[in-house]
Nanobody, 127 residues
């Protein structure tokens, strides 16, 4: 059974940092492009960042460039999202997703029915 488990969310003050984790099981993780999306209340799910299967290529939404860093450890089947200089507008539920066939779409940040999604982790940034 394939699972993606998101964790690491919480409540933080503006300017603070959090590190999210996406732990995968039941799949050959190193074959998958992995991305993070976020969804604020009443808004659409938006792309945040993505990383290629090897970790050699990353892509970010303009709103998080320079503040967020995505990385992966294939030996641990885990992708991380380091979030620094957090702003209240970063408040959302963050979801990781993985796909091996639609890897290009995921890396580019398109929202579609990717193969696997995590359950989401809440990030709340207070002003």
């Amino acid at each position: 059974q394939v699972q993606l488990v998101d964790s690491g969310g919480g409540l933080v003050q503006a300017g603070g940092s959090l590190r999210l984790s996406c732990a995968a099981s039941g799949l050959t993780f190193s074959r998958y492009t992995v991305g993070w999306f976020r969804q604020a209340p009443g808004k659409e799910r938006d792309f945040v960042a993505a990383i290629s299967w090897s970790g050699g290529s990353t892509n970010y939404a303009d709103s998080v460039k320079g503040r967020f860093t995505i990385s992966r450890d294939n030996a641990k089947n885990t992708v991380y999202l380091q979030m620094n200089s957090l702003k209240p507008e970063d408040t959302a539920v963050y979801y990781c997703t993985a796909d091996s066939i639609k890897g290009s779409e995921l890396w580019l940040g398109y929202l579609t029915n990717y193969a696997y999604w995590g359950q989401g982790t809440q990030v709340t940034v207070s002003s």
